[in-house]
């Protein structure tokens, strides 16, 4: 039992009234200031924390970066006002989320921080408009990971802290003092080098000035920083001695890198698509010998037009989403290709569902089987050819070109030729080409290592989608302007002069055989295009301007020749298909348009926009069938080619409005006014069949060229040295001088 309590005065007082004996334990002044003592550390304790949280919640308010930190789960546990904004989302919805359901793009990158405890810096991702640069930093403790932190700064807001900084350095001394006026001189070699000088000043080209010691190179270079357009900018001398030759190389070239990877990208789809392409040249003239009539012709070309129709449906659009995700390196390329696998198989299937409704419309019942076939091996092949320069794999994509040029070609051989299959064997040479081209690029790219079906990223999925889908309308817009012509043609015109509505069709899809060059121009350019177009970010829109400017010349300038030329080369079609030069003029306008829609295409994949992509091309599509139908019925099949034209030029006119408003991209109105104008005045004077037409049309194609020569030479300065090699550059050499002597 208890015989006596022994404590402080509380417990004392309760045992007596319970009737123990008790012993007080009185509290002496040394235990009474340890407790004292002990009290203030604890305070202390806690005023240093409220501190520290104090400091903490002030350095992530009021910081330029955007902060963010995740535990080892990866976890949102600290994200900062400033992340919210760059990452363009909302507080509320961060909480306890894990970083792959709200941000899905930086968990490729996190994986590497905490798995391999990699510090990762200066890893550049879009994020909607902007892009960021990311920094990704593991926390460890015991060298194991517990968490990570994230960091992202605008990088426009880098661009801009850097022209400050040298905006700065320009007032402290960093100025070109001389000018021209400054130089002393007497001799006439003198002044013809000022001249020249004075010229190349005005340009935004690099130039290389050669002198011995103490002739005055740095006097004739800050003179023509002080007439350049940069002359608000500071002047900053570098003494090339001082720096290592890689260094003073990648000084040297940096400025004009960009357009030599266009460049050097351009000649790799060339050389892929040169094949291909060519064998569309070849193959035109040789289907009009190979089919038995026109009729057939043209019924091969509607059945082909029928299931390009069907291949937005299938496909959802995806082809521009493949490239467009997949050259976002936050993207798993596993879920990229798997997405569109998925969805085209979904689309497919979908199709097949609606086969005993599709039964009934025109041809399907007898060509139903192969335009399905044609439209599955159809999508698969942009699928993969897609997803592929998304790798950037272009030598693959220039092998596979090739590869699947030589096998379509002997296919239709085979079946044209050697089985005469008619309308079957046009379509079967296609399908078994896709075919061929689908089985080599899943072999040699080893596609089916991209193929993950466990752990499906929906939130891509559904980014992807979002993209793509406002896709269908704007291809199917394209179609209705590329294709519906056939369409009204073969039941507006059946019967006219005693052919039949497919003869007609067979007529005017033979004329496109010229303005084919300029279409394979246009998609041989793109193709290398629209990886410079998403990837290269900095002064975009002058590279944009300055690539159209030199585009659309070279662009004019293959028009007008084609113009010209078209008569005499229409010679190389069965007599019988000759006729089909009426269409030409204005298919060659049409395609000049459709290659320009296609560059401006580029600022809405860039910007993801697509929605307004779509807009346009229905704005197009609608006016395109309504002009169909008049301009038919006014001047016979040839208005299908004015109605083409006009409607193709009319989505011109609205994308690049757009791309202004976007980015800042100039078209220069006045000019590509004047040119057309040229373009549509030479078209007129051939259909007019005026005397002397011949020499008419070669003057106005000599006029378009000098007019446009400058934007040709810039491209051909650039491509010529990647071709020639060491002629190249002493050809491009040898034209400057003579047009700086001019």
């Known amino acids: 039992g208890i015989d006596t309590i022994v404590g402080g005065y509380t417990a004392v007082a309760e045992g007596k009234k319970a009737g123990f004996n008790t012993t007080l334990i009185w509290t002496g002044a040394e235990a009474i200031y340890s407790v004292f003592l002990e009290m203030m550390r604890h305070m202390e304790t806690i005023n240093n924390e409220e501190k520290r949280n104090k400091t903490y919640q002030t350095i992530l308010k009021e910081s330029e970066d955007g902060i963010i930190y995740v535990d080892e789960n990866k976890v949102i546990e600290i994200i900062n006002r400033k992340a919210i904004q760059l990452l363009e989302t909302e507080a509320h919805i961060l909480g306890g989320e894990k970083i792959k359901t709200v941000f899905p793009y930086l968990e490729k990158m996190l994986d590497k921080t905490m798995k391999e405890q990699l510090h990762i810096h200066n890893e550049l991702i879009r994020v909607g408009k ?173 059945l082909s037009q029928y299931a390009n129709l069907l291949i937005p449906f299938v496909s959802m659009g995806m082809s521009n989403a493949i490239i467009r995700f997949g050259l976002d390196k936050g993207n798993s390329e ?61 030598k693959l994509v220039a092998v596979d070109g090739v590869l699947c040029t030589v096998a379509t070609m002997a296919f239709y051989v085979l079946y044209l030729v050697g089985f005469k299959w008619g309308a079957n064997g046009y379509l079967l040479a296609i399908i078994s080409g896709d075919l061929v081209s689908v089985l080599f690029l899943m072999f040699t790219g080893k596609l089916w290592d991209f193929i993950e079906l466990k752990g499906i990223n929906k939130t891509l999925w559904k980014q992807m989608l979002h993209f793509s889908l406002p896709m ?89 020749g084609i113009i010209w030329l078209c008569r005499p080369v229409m010679h190389v079609m069965k007599s019988n298909y000759y006729y089909a030069w009426h269409f030409v003029p204005f298919l060659v306008l049409a395609s000049t348009c459709s290659c320009f829609n296609q560059f401006m295409n580029s600022v809405y994949v860039v910007n993801k926009k697509s929605q307004r992509s779509m807009v346009t091309m229905m704005a197009g599509a609608i006016s395109n069938c309504l002009m169909n139908y008049f301009f038919i019925k006014w001047w016979g099949p040839v208005g299908a080619t004015y109605a083409s034209f006009l409607g193709l030029g009319l989505v011109f006119t609205l994308r690049a409005m757009d791309a202004h408003g976007m980015i800042g991209m100039r078209v220069h109105p006045g000019r590509v006014l004047v040119n057309a104008a040229a373009l549509v005045f030479e078209a007129f004077v051939l259909l007019a069949e005026t005397p002397l037409y011949g020499l008419w049309t070669g003057i106005i194609t000599a006029l378009i060229i000098l007019y446009n020569f400058s934007g040709v030479w810039t491209m051909a300065r650039i491509l010529l040295p990647k071709i020639l090699g060491r002629r190249g550059k002493a050809l491009v050499a040898a034209v400057d001088g003579i047009l700086a002597q001019k």
């Open 334 to 394: 596993k879920q990229v290709f798997t997405n569109g696998l998925i969805t085209i198989l979904g689309g497919f299937g979908i199709l097949v569902l609606c086969w005993p409704v599709a039964q009934f419309l025109p041809d399907m019942a007898q060509y139903g089987l192969l335009i399905y076939i044609y439209v599955l091996m159809s999508c698969l092949r942009t699928l993969c050819t897609q997803f592929v320069r998304s790798r950037q794999w272009n």
């Open 472 to 560: 269908i309308p704007a291809q199917i817009s394209f179609w209705i302007i590329n294709a519906s012509d056939l369409f009204f043609v073969r039941e507006m015109c059946d019967g006219l002069d005693g052919h039949s509505g497919d003869a007609w069709s067979g007529l005017l899809s033979t004329g496109y055989f010229l303005p084919t060059i300029l279409t394979t121009l246009g998609l041989i350019f793109y193709d290398a295009w629209q990886l410079s177009a998403v990837t290269e970010e900095e002064g975009r829109a002058k590279f944009f301007t300055q690539i159209f400017r030199t585009y659309s010349s070279v662009l004019f300038c293959c028009a007008a």
């Open 130 to 302: 902007n892009m960021l640069s990311f920094n990704f930093e593991p926390v460890l403790v015991n060298n194991m990971p517990i968490g990570a932190i994230i960091t992202c700064r605008s990088v426009s807001k880098i661009q801009e802290m850097e022209s400050e900084i040298r905006k700065k350095l320009g007032s402290k001394g960093l100025l070109a003092k001389y000018h021209f006026k400054d130089i002393v001189y007497g001799s006439e070699n003198m002044y013809e080098v000022i001249s020249k000088a004075k010229k190349f000043g005005m340009t935004d080209s690099n130039v290389l000035i050669v002198g011995e010691t103490g002739t005055g190179k740095e006097l004739m270079a800050q003179s023509m920083h002080n007439i350049s357009q940069r002359n608000n900018g500071p002047f900053i001398a570098v003494n090339c001695a001082a720096l290592p030759e890689n260094l003073l190389e990648s000084e040297k070239t940096s400025g004009g890198d960009k357009y030599s990877k266009l460049a050097g990208n351009t000649i790799i789809f060339a050389i892929s698509s040169f094949s291909s392409k060519l064998l569309t040249l070849i193959v035109q003239p040789f289907l009009t010998y190979a089919m038995a009539e026109i009729s057939d012709l043209g019924l091969s070309k509607i």
